[in-house]
């Protein structure tokens, strides 16, 4: 456990102690299940481990991995599904070998920055994996807010690349999923879901997470290219 909890500063442990008391009250007023609190739990240390380049980052993701897939599959975002049990299992294992490999002996990932070629090709990809996915998602009964659900898991996929390849610019890449996934749940949450509004906050969590994680890495990618 030391790995996890070595080298924090005082925002990443006011922040999280922040969500993590939101989640424990709405989980009490709203009688939510003790399940949906874990999946909130592990999915907020997954990412700040991640902000930081911590290699424990991807033992909690397995865990939130798994959990989100269930909850998402219990409101009708298949595509979620899909794309955390087809994809993000896999990605957990192949993650934790390359950020091993990238660890410094003291400890630390070694970042880097796209250039902006690689960014405009990035952008490209997600608009029209966004739009094809969408319009495939549209035609699957019960399915609700395809193109939103598309946008989100096309998005997931290509920051997932990033982070594996220990980019920097994951971080925009997750600011805009992030807003869109809440965005998701908001809706979810008018049609009655009741894991909307903890899924909300988390969300909301990850968002704030990923500001922070571009600043992270930015400052770490400027010290590899010194």
Do not use: H
Request: with cysteine.
């Amino acid at each position: 456990m030391n790995k996890v909890w070595s080298g924090w500063n005082r925002f990443e442990i006011g922040w999280l102690a922040l969500f993590t008391s939101i989640a424990v009250v709405l989980t009490v007023l709203m009688k939510d299940s003790l399940f949906g609190f874990t999946v909130f739990i592990t999915g907020v240390l997954c990412v700040v481990l991640a902000a930081k380049g911590n290699l424990m980052s991807y033992v909690f993701g397995m865990y939130n991995t798994l959990g989100y897939a269930y909850l998402s599959y219990a409101n009708g975002l298949f595509g979620e599904v899909m794309l955390n049990l087809l994809f993000f299992v896999p990605m957990n294992v192949i993650g934790f070998y390359m950020w091993k490999k990238n660890t410094q002996e003291s400890g630390k990932l070694t970042m880097r920055k796209m250039r902006l070629q690689g960014l405009l090709t990035v952008a490209a990809i997600c608009i029209l994996g966004s739009v094809l996915l969408g319009f495939g998602l549209s035609f699957i009964p019960g399915q609700n807010s395809p193109y939103i659900d598309a946008m989100t898991t096309v998005l997931s996929v290509v920051a997932t690349l990033l982070m594996v390849r220990r980019f920097k610019e994951q971080w925009l890449v997750y600011i805009v999923l992030n807003v869109f996934t809440v965005l998701l749940w908001v809706i979810r949450m008018a049609d009655g879901s009741q894991e909307a509004l903890l899924m909300i906050v988390m969300w909301g969590a990850y968002l704030v997470n990923a500001v922070y994680g571009y600043y992270n890495w930015s400052k770490g990618a400027r010290e590899v290219l010194a």
